[in-house]
């Protein structure tokens, strides 16, 4: 059974850096595509990054919002995948879930608040 | 501008049949856009219905079923229940980028 579990959200302060993890398992982590995507309260779903496996060359690409700012990582040893969020504005508040690039299996999410 | 695009809203009534529809300003969506449909209900996490245009997981009610019509991806629903009720969003892979449309609040009325 996939399983896709995010954790390290919280409040933080404009301006401030946070990073998310995404514990993945029930496939195999290092031949799958990863994406972030996030959903402000209220709002719709918003694509936020995507990183290939290390075999199609590891490369990143993020939305327009984010670009610069966010950073996603993997850790294919610890079947653990990244988002490194920094320069957090207000408008970065959101649930924030890992998806699977394919096949679209999602984890719970987790709430990330930007407020001073 | 708006890249993908979904009827803001739907209603059908139980047992009835609509199909939920996912444009692309780009043109017509083919199946190398690999078209995937999500169902969110309230204060609940997204779950995947349909991947890479029609393909259905374990977990999808048969009454749910994806396809291309007339250059759009389409979600149809047919013979709906009350449990049906919900947003769905439609998510297009483009290159470099993948693109949520914005969402179709579906009531079953």
């Known amino acids: 059974e996939v399983q896709l579990v995010e954790s390290g959200g919280g409040l933080v302060k404009p301006g401030g850096s946070l990073r998310l993890s995404c514990a993945a398992s029930?496939?195999?982590?290092?031949?799958?595509?990863m994406n972030w995507v996030r959903q402000a309260p209220g709002k719709g779903l918003e694509w936020v990054g995507r990183?290939?496996?290390?075999?199609?060359?590891?490369?990143?690409d993020y939305a327009a919002p984010v670009k610069g700012r966010f950073t996603i990582s993997r850790d294919d040893s610890k079947n653990t995948l990244y988002l490194q969020m920094g320069s957090l504005k207000t408008e970065d508040t959101a649930v924030y879930y890992c998806?699977?690039?394919?096949?679209?299996?999602w984890g719970q999410g987790t709430l990330v608040t930007v407020s001073s | 501008q708006t890249v993908v695009t979904q009827e803001p809203s739907l209603t059908v009534s139980p047992g009835g049949t609509v199909t939920l529809t996912c444009a692309s300003i780009?043109?017509?969506?083919?199946?190398?856009?690999?078209p995937n449909w999500f169902q969110q209900k309230p204060g609940q996490a997204p779950r995947a219905l349909i991947y890479?245009?029609?393909n259905k997981h374990s977990w999808t009610p048969a009454r749910f079923s994806g396809s291309l019509l007339g250059g759009k991806a389409a979600l149809t629903l047919s013979g709906a229940q009350p449990e049906d009720e919900a947003e769905y969003y439609c998510?297009?892979?483009?290159?470099?980028?993948?693109?949520f449309g914005g969402g179709t609040k579906l009531t079953v009325l």
């Open positions: 998510l297009l892979y483009y290159d470099g980028a993948r693109v």
């Open positions: 780009t043109g017509a969506v083919t199946s190398g856009y690999y």
């Open positions: 990183i290939k496996s290390k075999t199609d060359g590891g490369t990143t």
């Open positions: 029930g496939f195999t982590f290092s031949n799958a595509w």
């Open positions: 998806i699977t690039d394919q096949r679209g299996y």
């Open positions: 890479s245009t029609s």
